[in-house]
């Protein structure tokens, strides 16, 4: 099982394996491959997801739901971000 993850403009999939996993865990997993395609995100700098929903109808999913339970392989899941924290530190 695989599902592609959109944060804004940018798409990342993500593999599920059987879809044992939790929403919560979901939304890490991409979190980690989003990382790696913005370069301006430090670190340290933190990604703050309010919530996950079903892109079709917008339904919100549960944090603890398991993937397999309430989504589809191949389906399209919006991420909708409450804030993007820069962490600027400063060396002397």
């Not at 979901?26 to 395609?37: E, I």
């Not at 398991?66 to 924290?85: A, C, G, K, P």
């Amino acid at each position: 099982m695989k599902l592609t993850v959109c944060f804004g403009d940018t798409k990342v999939v993500v593999p599920c394996g059987s879809g044992d996993i939790s929403v919560r865990n979901l939304a890490f997993n991409s979190l980690k491959r989003v990382r790696n395609t913005l370069p301006k995100l430090g670190p340290h700098d933190r990604v703050v997801v309010h919530s996950v929903t079903i892109a079709r109808d917008g339904g919100i999913l549960d944090w603890d739901d398991l993937v397999r339970d309430v989504l589809d392989d191949r389906e399209l899941v919006l991420s909708i971000l409450v804030d993007i924290i820069f962490v600027v530190t400063f060396q002397c």
